[in-house]
């Protein structure tokens, strides 16, 4: 079936990810930042190209179309869904991807700054990846294949479904998001508009591996209040915040309960941003467990912690406010294990072994499972993300668009 089809996935990333569509924690705005519309503009207008008469973005930056079904049985109406937006941890300003043909092992160095290098001992899926193509950024920004890859995959599913009508399957539907980097990927999504039974997000990373559990997640901000006083006539008078910010930052466990020192199946407490004067000081925190009841848990401590400092500084206090971020969508999935399923019979007929894993993080299916579209994550061939590091093997995003085709095709015969 795949024989004589050129795989356009690979070529249409490295066209998307010199967009720049970084989204921003700070804004309040729908989307975040406007540029990212500006990659939606262009995947809407290359889908109409390719005859998807709906394709078409909306005022919030979410492309929407419709690959209509081929098939006359009454099918499930699917949806595949990528995010555009880049993460703000890494610059995605100026992307320059590179192509390496027939990787042979050695470690790759990045032109722009020779002191980022991408080594096998640091990054060992690079083992199986000896005679693929690679792509790379060239060292001073991240390439953005979070999630591009995925955008560029589903572009290639619509390519060539669009131009094999006999493989046959239901209606599918196409949803591109804003925002997801920043957890208000779903925020404005019609899922009236959308139409779908269920989904899967394509925003993984090694090839074969699928993902139905993911992190449930609270944001935590903490507002210090201090009480101030002209610094020269301070003694007895001023309680400055920000050093108390400090205290509570370092009680914190440096040995548990962080990213640093936690995997599996091991949640976190983290601080991701500190704002302040004397007078007053905010400290930003996400808190992270696959069990919801632990959140709960985590942060009552950092509330224990939080008040044992404040004892000392009797007249500041501080606020602690606590916003529902996202859920374990196993909790979900597990009511509709056919979504799953469908998934792992696709991943076996692309001849790639299963690797079933739960995501230390969250993706757009996390809200939309709980939205009420159950939607579990599928491998797009991310690695490093999130990094300069970052890279993608062509032959696995191929694989990934290779998987998206049979899925369609076991959704289709097993209804």
Sequence with gaps: MFQEYRFTAAERFMRYVQVDTQSDPQSSASPTTEKQKDLGRLLAAELREMGIEDAHMDNYGYVYATIPATTEKKVPVICFCAHVDTAPDCSGTGVKPILHRDYQGQDIVLPDDPAQIIRMSEYPYLRKLTGHDIITASGTTLLGSDDKAGVAEIMDLANFLINNKQVKHGTIKILF?????????????????????????????????????????????????????HPGYAKDKMINAMKIAGEILAALPKDRLSPESTEGKRGFIHPVRVDGIAEKCTIDFIIRDFETEGLKKKEDYLRTQIEERMRTYPKASFEFNVTEQYRNMKEVLDNHPHVVDFAKEAIARAGLDLKMESIRGGTDGSRLSFMGLPCPNLFAGEQAIHSKLEFISVQDMNKAVETLVYLVQVCEEKS
């Excluded at 997801?180 to 269920?198: H, I, N, R, S, Y």
């Excluded at 699928?210 to 209040?225: N, R």
């Design 177 to 229: 998001t804003p925002d997801e980097e920043v957890g208000k990927g779903t925020d404005k999504v019609d899922l009236q508009k959308l139409g779908a039974d269920f989904g899967y997000t394509l925003d993984g990373g090694e090839a074969g591996s699928l993902e139905d559990e993911t992190f449930s997640a609270d944001g935590v901000q903490v507002v210090i209040h201090g009480v101030i006083a």
